[in-house]
């Protein structure tokens, strides 16, 4: 069978060309609403990250304050930590002095006295001591700093302590006095 168009050539252009406006316009539209679409997408994504990131600094700045009142704490803790340390310091070192001064007026000679007697805390209940010392009788000094001096260098007083001397001088003898010089170290009995 043959078939035949009877419908002018123009007509059938116009048509034709109306047709693909039509395909034309219908996909620029599929096209603005994708892109609308995506644009959406972006902005609503957007709003949310920024929405997060106030979020995280309100946090952070909450934060930054508990850091800083951290830092105060710790500030604080260290301090009270170091008095505390000398409190205990203090504490120990008042325990070891009347048993030093039992132990040294038990444990010097008859006729022997100490004329100036000084100090210093060291660790372990231990004190160095110098001390300038005077005796009426120079043979019970001698055999005391004997003692002191032995291989032991220690002498057990009664309280419990121990005297350790490092070294004595500046002896100075006179018709009556015998007058020297005492380095030690007194470690108190536990």
Do not use: W
């Given at each position: 069978m043959i078939r035949?168009?009877?419908?002018?050539?123009?007509?059938?252009?116009?048509?034709l060309q109306r047709q693909r406006f039509g395909q034309i316009g219908v996909v620029g539209v599929l096209l603005a609403i994708m892109f609308a679409g995506v644009s959406y997408w972006h902005h609503h994504r957007k709003v949310v990250l920024e929405a997060a990131v106030a979020r995280a600094r309100e946090e952070l700045s909450a934060l930054e304050k508990y850091k800083t009142m951290l830092a105060e704490a710790t500030t604080r803790r260290d301090k009270v930590?170091?008095?505390r340390k000398v409190i205990e310091g203090l504490l120990s070192s008042r325990l070891v002095?009347?048993?030093?001064?039992?132990?040294?007026?038990?444990?010097?000679?008859?006729g022997m006295w100490l004329e100036r007697l000084r100090t210093t805390n060291q660790p372990n209940n231990t004190l160095a001591v110098e001390a300038d010392a005077a005796v009426l009788r120079p043979e019970n000094a001698a055999q005391w700093l004997r003692d002191v001096n032995s291989s032991t260098r220690t002498v057990r007083m009664t309280g419990g302590g121990?005297?350790?001397a490092g070294r004595t001088s500046g002896l100075a003898i006179s018709d009556t006095v015998t007058r020297f010089k005492i380095d030690m170290t007194y470690t108190a009995a536990p």
């Open positions: 035949v168009n009877l419908v002018p050539q123009d007509i059938l252009d116009r048509e930590v170091a008095r002095y009347p048993r030093f001064m039992t132990d040294i007026s038990e444990g010097l000679p008859k121990r005297f350790s």
